[in-house]
C-alpha cells in the first residue's frame, strides 16, 4: 500500500491545520492508521491512532484535546485534525498502517509509512 500525507503547511500559534492521509493499493479498511511526527533533530513521536472501523482513537498525552483522528474508509483516506497548535508541534507529519493490532505508539510496529508533511508553528 502507498501512503502521501499532505495537508502542511505554516500557520501561527493558535491556528488549525487538517492533514490528510490518502492510501492506494490494498484495501484500506484492512488497516488500523497511526500518526507519527519528528521535529528537527529528535526521534519520531506518536501522535494518535485510529482502529479499522474509526471506532475507536488513542493520543499521545501531548495532543490530547486538540487534536483528533478519523477516517473516511470510502474514500481510503484517514484525517488529522489539529487545532490550538503550538510551535512546539512544529514537525514533518507521517501517517502509517498496521495490519495488526490497533493503537501501537512505535513506528516500527507499522507495517508502511509514507512520506510526511511538514507542519511550521509560528509564535
Known amino acids: 500500500v502507498q501512503l502521501q500525507a499532505s495537508g502542511g503547511g505554516l500557520v501561527q500559534a493558535g491556528g488549525s491545520l487538517r492533514l490528510s492521509c490518502a492510501a492506494s493499493?490494498?484495501?484500506?479498511?484492512?488497516?488500523?492508521v497511526g500518526w507519527f511526527r519528528q521535529a528537527p533533530g529528535k526521534e519520531h513521536e506518536y501522535v494518535g491512532a485510529i482502529s479499522r472501523s474509526g471506532g475507536s482513537t488513542s493520543y499521545a498525552d501531548s495532543v490530547k484535546g486538540r487534536f483528533t483522528v478519523s477516517r473516511d474508509n470510502a474514500k481510503n483516506t484517514v484525517y488529522l485534525q489539529m487545532n490550538s497548535l503550538k510551535p512546539e508541534d512544529t514537525a514533518v507529519y507521517y501517517c502509517?498502517?498496521?495490519?495488526?493490532?490497533?493503537?501501537?505508539?512505535?513506528?516500527?510496529?507499522?507495517?508502511?509509512w509514507g512520506q510526511g508533511t511538514l507542519v511550521t508553528v509560528s509564535s
Open positions: 493499493g490494498r484495501t484500506f479498511i484492512s488497516y488500523a
Open positions: 502509517a498502517v498496521n495490519s495488526g493490532s490497533y493503537g501501537s505508539t512505535d513506528l516500527g510496529g507499522y507495517d508502511y
